[in-house]
């Protein structure tokens, strides 16, 4: 047996929301929240706030977190000058990182300069795949380049074998007519599946597939039909796993609505290769709106032990 866990965060206009939380499933329907629904950890360096965060188990066991470094309650108001395009083009260039053996304790928070980033605006939403071909880890975000005028986005990647040093940074995925953000990929019989979201021309999710991690991609066209189904330029931040029966639930992001009705909604698959994917709200239940996370697959003694989880104000 195993159990489920969603590192996320939550859309509020405080400090609090923009932080490290939890959430667990033993079945991956019915979700409960860590800690009383308190941050499991905070961010108090770069930006102080961390979005669009990720979750990754090695080779060896351990637990890495990357999250984008940027915080809309402090930054927004203040450096930021209401602007996303600003945060786009004058955002943080490193992103932050955790790591644990046992989901319970953790590391002291880092702060990771990939080389190269300073040819791009802020690195939004990072991603992490194990590559089997060359037995390291590819992390992969999006981000704008800083020479350009305009604001377009491709997803870009570096490999490391130890989340501690890191490769140049190069390009994964450039969409010839739009930009692509929130880029999360999987595995599935030996081939690579890329889900972004696109800006346009369609405005929602995309499916790609590789036969190499670091592609090329080409469009699964069956996903197209799937995405169909919901209303363009309202969902974003991807995330999937597999379930026992083989069958893949996918999670979409819905923002298109004000910040207290914000958070994910479930789709089942059959495969990724099929594409073809369902929506299924009346099988799921969530305690409060998720925002832009990860789900992992973890053992059933994690679970128990992040079930009884409580961390005092003074741990912080």
Known sequence: MAAYLFVHFKEKRTPDGEQVYFGISKDGFKWSPVNDGQPVLWSYFGDKGVRDLSINRTQSGEYVILATDLSLAYGMLNQYHHSWAEISKNGSQQLVQWRSKDLIHWSKQEMISIPGAEKFGCLWAPDVIFDPAHQDY????????????????AIYYSRTKDF???????????????SVIDSAMYEENGQFYLFVKSDKNPETIILLQSDHVTGPFSRVN??????????AGKYEA?????????KWTLFLDFYGTG?????????VGSSLAAGKFERSDQAFSFPYGFKHGTIIQIPDDAYTHLNNYRKAPSEY
């Open 138 to 153: 590819v992390v992969n975000w999006s981000s704008p380049l800083k020479q350009e005028s305009g604001d377009t986005k």
């Open 222 to 231: 069956a996903f197209d039909d799937s995405m169909k189904q919901i209303a």
């Open 259 to 267: 910040a207290e009705g914000q958070g994910y909604v479930p789709f």
């Open 238 to 246: 991807p995330t999937a796993f597999q379930l026992p029966d083989g």
């Open 164 to 178: 501690k040093t890191y490769t140049e940074a190069q390009l994964l995925y450039q969409k010839p007519d739009s």
